[in-house]
Protein backbone atom coordinates (compact mmCIF):
# COMPACT_ATOMS: atom_id res chain seq x y z
CA UNK A 1 0.00 0.00 0.00
CA UNK A 2 1.47 3.55 -1.25
CA UNK A 3 -0.10 5.87 1.38
CA UNK A 4 -1.15 8.95 0.84
CA UNK A 5 0.95 10.82 -1.56
CA UNK A 6 1.49 14.41 -1.71
CA UNK A 7 3.83 16.56 -4.31
CA UNK A 8 5.25 18.68 -4.50
CA UNK A 9 7.32 17.83 -0.74
CA UNK A 10 8.60 22.02 -1.38
CA UNK A 11 7.85 25.09 -2.92
CA UNK A 12 9.15 28.31 -2.55
CA UNK A 13 7.21 31.26 -4.22
CA UNK A 14 6.76 34.87 -4.20
CA UNK A 15 4.04 36.55 -2.28
CA UNK A 16 1.12 36.96 -5.06
CA UNK A 17 1.89 34.00 -7.17
CA UNK A 18 -0.53 31.42 -7.39
CA UNK A 19 0.64 27.67 -6.01
CA UNK A 20 -1.32 24.07 -6.05
CA UNK A 21 -0.97 21.48 -3.63
CA UNK A 22 -1.89 17.82 -5.21
CA UNK A 23 -2.70 14.87 -3.19
CA UNK A 24 -3.51 10.87 -3.50
CA UNK A 25 -5.50 9.18 -0.71
CA UNK A 26 -4.90 5.64 0.32
CA UNK A 27 -6.93 3.46 -2.51
CA UNK A 28 -10.47 2.97 -1.38
CA UNK A 29 -10.85 5.99 1.16
CA UNK A 30 -13.24 8.06 0.85
CA UNK A 31 -12.45 10.48 2.82
CA UNK A 32 -10.14 13.27 1.80
CA UNK A 33 -8.83 15.91 4.43
CA UNK A 34 -6.78 19.12 4.21
CA UNK A 35 -4.95 20.24 6.75
CA UNK A 36 -2.42 23.16 7.41
CA UNK A 37 -0.06 23.16 9.85
CA UNK A 38 2.02 26.40 10.99
CA UNK A 39 5.46 26.43 12.63
CA UNK A 40 5.26 25.37 15.86
CA UNK A 41 1.24 24.52 16.13
CA UNK A 42 -1.17 21.52 15.71
CA UNK A 43 -2.64 20.85 12.27
CA UNK A 44 -5.82 22.62 11.49
CA UNK A 45 -8.62 21.22 9.09
CA UNK A 46 -8.86 23.54 5.75
CA UNK A 47 -11.51 21.21 4.42
CA UNK A 48 -12.70 17.80 4.40
CA UNK A 49 -14.53 15.83 1.31
CA UNK A 50 -16.96 12.85 1.51
CA UNK A 51 -16.29 11.63 -2.14
CA UNK A 52 -16.32 14.55 -4.04
CA UNK A 53 -18.19 16.46 -1.86
CA UNK A 54 -16.87 19.34 0.20
CA UNK A 55 -18.64 18.34 3.78
CA UNK A 56 -16.78 21.00 5.80
CA UNK A 57 -14.77 23.89 4.25
CA UNK A 58 -15.50 26.44 6.98
CA UNK A 59 -12.18 27.12 8.09
CA UNK A 60 -11.04 27.63 4.05
CA UNK A 61 -9.94 30.96 3.57
CA UNK A 62 -12.25 31.11 0.34
CA UNK A 63 -11.01 34.66 -0.68
CA UNK A 64 -7.68 32.56 -2.02
CA UNK A 65 -7.71 29.47 -1.53
CA UNK A 66 -9.83 26.84 -3.43
CA UNK A 67 -10.28 22.69 -3.62
CA UNK A 68 -11.46 20.40 -5.97
CA UNK A 69 -11.56 16.64 -5.75
CA UNK A 70 -12.95 15.34 -9.36
CA UNK A 71 -13.84 12.30 -9.53
CA UNK A 72 -13.80 11.64 -5.63
CA UNK A 73 -10.18 10.28 -5.65
CA UNK A 74 -7.28 13.01 -6.02
CA UNK A 75 -7.35 16.35 -4.72
CA UNK A 76 -5.97 19.31 -5.31
CA UNK A 77 -5.53 22.75 -2.72
CA UNK A 78 -4.87 25.95 -5.00
CA UNK A 79 -4.06 29.37 -3.12
CA UNK A 80 -3.99 32.45 -5.32
CA UNK A 81 -2.46 34.81 -4.41
CA UNK A 82 -0.08 33.08 -2.06
CA UNK A 83 0.54 36.10 1.24
CA UNK A 84 3.97 35.73 3.31
CA UNK A 85 1.28 34.52 6.40
CA UNK A 86 0.61 31.28 3.82
CA UNK A 87 4.13 29.91 4.89
CA UNK A 88 3.23 26.37 6.59
CA UNK A 89 3.05 22.65 6.17
CA UNK A 90 0.02 21.63 4.29
CA UNK A 91 -1.10 18.39 4.98
CA UNK A 92 -3.19 15.72 3.30
CA UNK A 93 -4.98 12.97 4.60
CA UNK A 94 -7.53 10.08 4.30
CA UNK A 95 -9.74 8.01 5.93
CA UNK A 96 -12.30 5.15 5.33
CA UNK A 97 -15.68 4.52 6.89
CA UNK A 98 -14.38 4.08 10.17
CA UNK A 99 -13.02 7.41 10.63
CA UNK A 100 -12.39 7.20 13.91
CA UNK A 101 -9.74 4.65 13.69
CA UNK A 102 -7.60 7.50 12.91
CA UNK A 103 -6.49 9.19 9.65
CA UNK A 104 -3.79 8.48 7.85
CA UNK A 105 -1.62 11.38 6.82
CA UNK A 106 1.10 12.21 3.79
CA UNK A 107 4.24 13.63 4.32
CA UNK A 108 2.80 17.26 3.30
CA UNK A 109 4.36 20.02 1.73
CA UNK A 110 6.09 22.65 3.11
CA UNK A 111 5.16 26.11 1.20
CA UNK A 112 7.56 29.38 1.58
CA UNK A 113 5.99 32.04 0.50
CA UNK A 114 9.45 35.51 0.27
CA UNK B 1 -15.84 24.16 20.91
CA UNK B 2 -13.50 21.86 21.40
CA UNK B 3 -9.86 22.28 22.57
CA UNK B 4 -6.72 20.16 23.33
CA UNK B 5 -3.71 21.20 25.41
CA UNK B 6 -0.31 20.05 25.30
CA UNK B 7 1.04 21.92 28.54
CA UNK B 8 4.90 21.15 27.52
CA UNK B 9 6.22 22.02 24.22
CA UNK B 10 9.47 20.64 24.89
CA UNK B 11 10.25 17.61 26.73
CA UNK B 12 14.29 16.54 26.75
CA UNK B 13 15.15 13.35 28.93
CA UNK B 14 18.06 10.67 28.96
CA UNK B 15 17.78 7.41 27.47
CA UNK B 16 16.12 4.63 29.06
CA UNK B 17 14.52 7.50 31.39
CA UNK B 18 11.12 7.10 32.22
CA UNK B 19 9.00 9.61 30.11
CA UNK B 20 5.08 11.84 30.13
CA UNK B 21 3.96 13.61 27.55
CA UNK B 22 0.49 15.99 29.18
CA UNK B 23 -2.72 16.14 26.99
CA UNK B 24 -6.01 17.34 27.96
CA UNK B 25 -9.26 18.43 26.64
CA UNK B 26 -11.99 20.38 26.93
CA UNK B 27 -15.19 18.70 26.07
CA UNK B 28 -18.71 17.39 28.46
CA UNK B 29 -19.53 14.97 25.87
CA UNK B 30 -17.96 11.48 25.16
CA UNK B 31 -14.52 12.01 22.58
CA UNK B 32 -12.34 9.90 20.65
CA UNK B 33 -8.46 10.61 21.76
CA UNK B 34 -5.31 9.78 19.85
CA UNK B 35 -1.65 10.22 19.74
CA UNK B 36 0.25 10.62 16.29
CA UNK B 37 4.09 11.22 16.16
CA UNK B 38 5.49 13.49 13.75
CA UNK B 39 9.12 12.60 12.84
CA UNK B 40 11.27 15.46 10.77
CA UNK B 41 10.09 16.27 7.80
CA UNK B 42 7.56 13.62 8.01
CA UNK B 43 3.47 13.34 8.14
CA UNK B 44 1.87 12.18 11.36
CA UNK B 45 2.11 8.86 12.41
CA UNK B 46 -0.86 7.36 14.39
CA UNK B 47 0.40 5.80 17.17
CA UNK B 48 -2.41 5.08 19.49
CA UNK B 49 -6.21 5.88 19.95
CA UNK B 50 -8.96 5.34 22.75
CA UNK B 51 -12.59 4.52 21.01
CA UNK B 52 -14.13 2.96 24.73
CA UNK B 53 -13.44 -0.04 27.05
CA UNK B 54 -10.33 0.15 29.09
CA UNK B 55 -9.25 3.28 29.79
CA UNK B 56 -5.57 2.28 29.03
CA UNK B 57 -4.51 1.74 25.69
CA UNK B 58 -0.61 0.44 24.62
CA UNK B 59 1.08 1.07 21.04
CA UNK B 60 3.35 -1.79 19.84
CA UNK B 61 6.80 0.19 20.97
CA UNK B 62 6.02 0.58 24.02
CA UNK B 63 3.82 3.64 24.68
CA UNK B 64 1.23 4.07 26.57
CA UNK B 65 -1.89 6.28 27.19
CA UNK B 66 -4.68 6.29 29.75
CA UNK B 67 -8.26 8.15 29.08
CA UNK B 68 -8.83 9.79 32.71
CA UNK B 69 -12.06 11.00 32.11
CA UNK B 70 -12.90 13.21 35.59
CA UNK B 71 -9.34 14.85 34.70
CA UNK B 72 -10.51 14.96 31.12
CA UNK B 73 -6.66 14.01 29.94
CA UNK B 74 -5.12 11.36 28.37
CA UNK B 75 -1.43 11.60 29.15
CA UNK B 76 1.14 9.78 27.13
CA UNK B 77 3.86 7.93 28.77
CA UNK B 78 7.10 5.21 28.15
CA UNK B 79 8.82 4.11 31.02
CA UNK B 80 12.33 3.92 29.01
CA UNK B 81 12.83 5.97 26.09
CA UNK B 82 14.91 5.37 22.95
CA UNK B 83 17.01 8.25 20.61
CA UNK B 84 14.71 6.98 18.15
CA UNK B 85 11.94 8.09 20.02
CA UNK B 86 13.00 11.70 19.24
CA UNK B 87 9.94 13.18 17.65
CA UNK B 88 7.22 15.50 18.02
CA UNK B 89 4.00 14.09 19.30
CA UNK B 90 0.33 15.56 18.71
CA UNK B 91 -2.28 14.44 20.79
CA UNK B 92 -5.75 14.90 19.32
CA UNK B 93 -9.26 14.58 19.97
CA UNK B 94 -12.83 14.13 18.05
CA UNK B 95 -16.28 14.32 19.53
CA UNK B 96 -17.71 11.11 19.92
CA UNK B 97 -20.21 10.36 16.00
CA UNK B 98 -18.67 13.76 14.65
CA UNK B 99 -15.75 13.65 12.28
CA UNK B 100 -13.26 16.36 13.39
CA UNK B 101 -10.73 16.03 14.88
CA UNK B 102 -9.05 18.91 16.78
CA UNK B 103 -5.14 18.79 17.67
CA UNK B 104 -2.99 19.82 20.39
CA UNK B 105 0.09 21.89 19.74
CA UNK B 106 2.80 18.73 19.58
CA UNK B 107 5.47 18.51 22.41
CA UNK B 108 8.54 17.51 21.39
CA UNK B 109 10.40 15.01 22.58
CA UNK B 110 14.62 15.38 22.84
CA UNK B 111 15.78 12.00 23.89
CA UNK B 112 19.36 12.43 24.87
CA UNK B 113 22.41 9.32 25.27
Known amino acids: EAGVVQSPRYKIIEKKQPVAFWCNPI?????LYWYRQNLGQGPELLIR????????DSQLPKDRFSAERLKGVDSTLKIQPAELGDSAVYLC????????????FGSGTRLTVV | AQSVTQLDSQVPVFEEAPVELRCNYS??????LFWYVQYPNQGLQLLLK??????LVESINGFEAEFNKSQTSFHLRKPSVHISDTAEYFC???????????FGSGTKLNVKP
Open chain 1, 93 to 104: ASSGLQWNYGYT
Open chain 1, 27 to 31: SGHNT
Open chain 1, 49 to 56: YENEEAVD
Open chain 2, 27 to 32: SSVSVY
Open chain 2, 50 to 55: YLSGST
Open chain 2, 92 to 102: AAALYNFNKFY
